[in-house]
């Protein structure tokens, strides 16, 4: 973790440079010739220590930096006999580059203040009894023993036990999320008041949380657009600055005045050093993708980052990214004489031994309902069995006829259902619709979007109806259904052909969709390892307004970044031409420089603020109706 500054060693040559620099200066003022050169020399080492031996081995390797650039500056001002500008160079050049590295660790800082999330030790069941062993020692299969309030080291599975998780450090999830076996836990999870026992799914070393923190971490190694551009501009500078640098001192031997011109160039070196570009963009890059991670949202990449800043379409899978992924019977059509509890009870007797996906919404809605007798399943058809001596058959429209309740099956199948027909001995009694529902922050997701002026496009495999019934309720006009996965690619290739397109996707099939876009986006938590892998930017929590609030930030980090880039090349274009005609000394362009260094430091660690339109995501929003309190779209858009 990052020391106070009053207590950084790596602040501790410049902070001996300036004091020598300072108490030097007031020796020269009071006539003490001699201790001041001493003073300033020592000023002059102690911070020419801190760059002047990288320079060195850089130039070995035949790499040029801005390093050598401040050493043969500082080199060149003592020969001409202006040691205390060599050392006010120094200082102020190693000052800025131990602030560059403050910054650069406390961008880092929050995400290896998530590892923290892990507990060190943790208790283990063995044979023998339970077990207290380090967390790191966890491994693949080991059943953990997790106590009230205490959090999970590692991925896992409930296997025994019922309580609640809070995630909120993890997800950005407000809510307690309720677990029982066979619910997937994430490492640094807290439980809630009853005790679990977890089978471990990964190692304590590598687990979601670790993966999050590695991924994060690396992502500065992957240049963005921006980030190549700046180095673009400052591999070349550096080259261009010697050779003019050398051009203005043949100058002055031409015209026989090589002291002035010597100094000027030196000037000229220090002047036209691309310092400030050189950190324009990481810094900007890393404190952005850290601040990201913490509410929710990993960015595997700088290129990822800068290009998440570009997107004007958003294309969206359906299943289980703007709906739930969880069927649920939302309307039931009795036939006359039967009453909604027996269309529901006689479905979910014979549903109750059934694995289909509508089984379970079925057996939901009715969970007092007997078992029936005698089951069988016709396979892709549907279920017949007897329930207090009627013989019930329960399946799809394509194997019972609805008979007087067709204009029924039709209204429920065009507002999106799946419809399900209820049969008791041989007459139709009922019909059952089932849904996957929107999220509850889907529609507003939607609006926030169109706010800031970026079109939606829903992408899936499922009917024409129901995808149709789905988007108007999202509001989303933009509607491609049927579609398999390489019709997803297909379409996103088109759509990358107008603008940046990103896609969300948490399926196998989204894969070479996600793989194709701009950015592909990977819902995380319940995301397919497929999806996740082929994405650019994995959400760790589920709650789709992080798009619009991820797209918001990315944005304003490309506002820095080019911010930056525009403050530094203005810096040389403006001290050139003042270095090469004598305007400005040694001291005044030194001092010019690393101001700007440090004005393009802050500014860069601005863009690790936490986006407006994220501020408001730890309000619940399952208890809630689409409109959710947020920022409204104006505002959204302004900021």
Request: glycine share 10%; proline share 5%; with cysteine.
């Amino acid at each position: 973790m990052r020391p106070a500054w009053w207590r950084d060693a790596a602040l501790l040559p410049s902070a001996v440079a300036g004091v020598l620099l300072l108490v030097g200066y007031v020796f020269e003022w009071s006539g003490g010739e001699l201790p001041a050169l001493i003073l300033l020399g020592l000023s002059l080492l102690a911070g020419a220590s801190t760059f002047v031996p990288g320079a060195v081995r850089r130039l070995i390797r035949g790499r040029l930096g801005v390093g050598l650039l401040m050493t043969i500056a500082a080199v060149g001002a003592v020969a001409l006999g202006h040691v205390g500008e060599a050392a006010t160079l120094a200082f102020l050049f190693s000052l800025a580059e131990a602030l560059e590295d403050r910054a650069m660790d406390r961008a880092k800082e929050g995400l290896r203040a998530l590892l923290s999330l892990i507990p060190e030790t943790v208790r283990v069941s063995r044979l023998s009894g339970d077990e207290t062993i380090p967390a790191s020692e966890v491994r693949e299969l080991d059943v953990l023993v997790i106590g009230a309030g205490e959090r999970v080291a590692t991925d896992g599975v409930v296997v025994e036990g019922h309580s609640s998780l809070d995630t909120s450090a993890i997800t950005g999830e407000s809510i307690p999320v309720e677990v029982g076996p066979g619910t997937a836990v994430a490492a640094g999870s807290v439980n809630g008041s009853a005790t679990l026992r977890i089978e471990a799914t990964a190692d304590g070393r590598d687990n979601s949380l670790t993966q999050i923190v590695a991924l994060v971490e690396q992502a500065h190694a992957r240049k963005g657009e921006r980030a190549r551009l700046a180095d673009r501009i400052a591999r070349p500078l550096v080259p261009t600055v010697l050779i003019a640098a050398a051009l203005v001192a043949l100058f002055g031997v031409v015209i026989g005045d090589p002291g002035t011109w010597i100094e000027r160039a030196l000037v000229v070196l220090v002047a036209a050093s691309p310092c400030a570009l050189a950190i324009a963009v990481p810094v900007t890059v890393i404190s952005a993708i850290g601040s990201a991670s913490k509410f929710g949202v990993v960015i595997k990449s700088g290129e990822a980052f800068e290009q998440l800043g570009t997107i004007r379409t958003v294309a969206m899978d359906k299943t289980g990214t703007l709906t739930r992924n969880e069927p649920a019977v939302v309307d039931v059509r009795p036939a006359s004489g039967v009453t909604r509890e027996d269309v529901l009870a006689w479905a979910a007797s014979v549903e109750a031994s059934s694995t289909h996906p509508f089984a379970a919404a079925i057996t939901a809605a009715a969970p007092t309902a007997p078992r029936a007798v005698d089951v069988a399943e016709d396979a892709g058809h549907g279920i017949t069995g007897h329930v207090d001596g009627r013989r019930v058959r329960v399946g799809n429209v394509r194997w019972l006829t609805p008979g007087n309740l067709s204009h029924a099956a039709d209204d429920m199948a065009a507002q999106g259902m799946t419809v399900v027909v209820v049969e008791a001995d041989g007459t139709t009694a009922g019909l059952i619709g089932v849904r996957d529902e929107l999220r509850p922050e889907s529609a507003e997701t939607i609006r926030l979007l169109n706010a800031q002026g970026i079109s939606t496009v829903m992408l899936t495999g499922d009917n024409a109806r129901t995808a149709h019934a789905i988007a108007h309720d999202a509001g989303i006009t933009d509607i491609r259904a049927e579609q398999l996965p390489a019709d997803k690619a297909a379409a996103i290739t088109e759509l990358v052909g107008s603008r940046p397109t990103a896609m969300v996707g948490d399926g196998i099939n989204d894969a070479p969709a996600l793989a194709t876009a701009t950015v592909g986006i990977a819902m995380g938590v319940k995301g397919s390892a497929a999806a996740i892998e082929s994405a650019d930017v994995a959400f760790t929590g589920h709650d789709l307004r992080l798009i619009p609030g991820a797209l918001a930030h990315a944005r304003r980090g490309r506002r820095i970044m080019t911010t930056n880039i525009g403050l530094a090349l203005a810096i040389i274009v403006v001290l050139f031409p003042l270095a090469l005609f004598g305007v400005l000394g040694l001291a005044g362009v030194v001092l010019v420089h690393e101001i700007a260094e440090l004005v393009v430091i802050v500014n860069g660690i601005r863009a690790a603020r936490r986006p407006v339109a994220l501020r408001g995501l730890s309000a619940p929003i399952s208890s809630r109706t689409p409109t959710l309190s947020a920022p409204t779209p104006p505002e959204l858009a302004a900021k």
